[in-house]
């Protein structure tokens, strides 16, 4: 079983940043690809990026390329999310994701956050 929590979500203006954290269960860095996805309002729940647990390499959405990047800390057993030049479509519950597979289909990710909302206002 994995535990995954989520922080740093709040309200930013355009083009600002934020960066949110995923704390992970001991370990689980080492043995899992983690991703964040994000789910806003009456939509489907996207993919952000994801991060390889063997290699630490990361690919994201072409919506966050440039602008969004993953990275990870084994000693704090925690993964980031650095969101810079933010838009108002950017708002929604972000969620980060553990799982075996190096997919970015939300559906086969086995263990998930309870998810932290980011709002950027216009």
């Known amino acids: 079983q994995v535990q995954l929590a989520e922080f740093g979500g709040g309200l930013v203006q355009a083009g600002g940043s934020l960066r949110l954290s995923c704390v992970a269960s001991?370990?689980?860095?080492?043995?899992?690809?983690m991703a964040w996805f994000r789910q806003a309002p009456g939509k489907e729940r996207e993919f952000v990026g994801v991060?390889?647990?063997?290699?630490?390499?990361?690919a994201y959405a072409d919506s966050v390329t440039g602008r969004f990047t993953i990275s990870r800390d084994f000693a704090k057993n925690t993964v980031y999310l650095q969101m810079n030049s933010l838009k108002p479509e950017d708002t929604a519950v972000y969620y980060c994701?553990?799982?075996?597979?190096?997919?970015?289909?939300?559906?086969?990710?086995?263990?998930w956050g309870q998810g932290t909302q980011v709002t950027v206002s216009s």
């Open positions: 991060i390889a647990w063997y290699d630490g390499r990361a």
């Open positions: 994701a553990a799982d075996v597979s190096l997919v970015t289909t939300p559906e086969t990710y086995r263990y």
């Open positions: 001991e370990g689980a860095l080492s043995r899992y690809n």
